[in-house]
């Protein structure tokens, strides 16, 4: 009767661990559908109400050199914009992108979203400290840009908008 009863809670105990490490993989595992990464030359990008998928590399030439100015934020931009900081997998960021899709078209021209897949962009996401995403940058020509988490309503979206267009 013992060892029977042992057996089952081996059982149970090893199921439990495969379980876990099942849900565990499918919430970590990336997508390798990568976007298409925006390149130097498509800086002018984004007038049209499109999401520009960025690198380090663009980041450093168009929007905020940070070898160059390691201490200090200067926005290289001539307009304010949106960083969205995500991944594939994750479920707050897939409901967080359509809004943003919604902004870039609605502010064209006078607003830029970028948006930096942090499983291919590691250097970017610990230069930024993300630890929890959707992590969201609002940037204001001049100033300090602004940092949201999670999925926003749109209407704090549009709030924070409103604040970095002044």
């Not at 990336?30 to 002018?44: C, G, I, L, M, V």
């Not at 994750?90 to 830029?112: D, F, H, N, W």
């Not at 930096?116 to 020509?141: C, H, Q, T, Y």
């Not at 709030?159 to 002044?166: L, S, V």
Request: aromatic share 8%; hydrophobic share 35%; charged share 25%.
């Amino acid at each position: 009767m013992k060892k029977n009863i042992c057996a089952k809670v081996l059982m149970l105990s090893t199921t439990l661990l495969l379980s876990v490490g099942t849900l565990t993989a499918s919430c970590t595992t990336k997508n390798d559908s990568r976007q298409e990464q925006a390149t130097p030359s498509q800086a002018n990008e984004g007038e049209d109400g499109k999401i520009i998928h960025i690198t380090a590399e663009y980041m450093r030439e168009h929007i905020y050199d940070y070898t160059a100015n390691p201490q200090e934020w200067v926005y290289k931009g001539d307009k304010p914009a949106i960083i969205d900081f995500y991944a594939d997998w994750c479920g707050p960021c897939r409901s967080l992108s359509p809004k943003l899709e919604q902004v870039a078209k609605k502010y064209a021209g006078k607003l830029t979203v970028y948006k930096v897949n942090v499983d291919n962009e590691k250097e970017l996401a610990s230069l930024f400290g993300v630890r929890s995403i959707p992590m969201v940058l609002f940037v204001p020509v001049k100033g300090i840009p602004t940092q949201t988490m999670g999925n926003l309503p749109m209407e704090s979206i549009e709030e924070t908008i409103a604040k970095i267009m002044k």
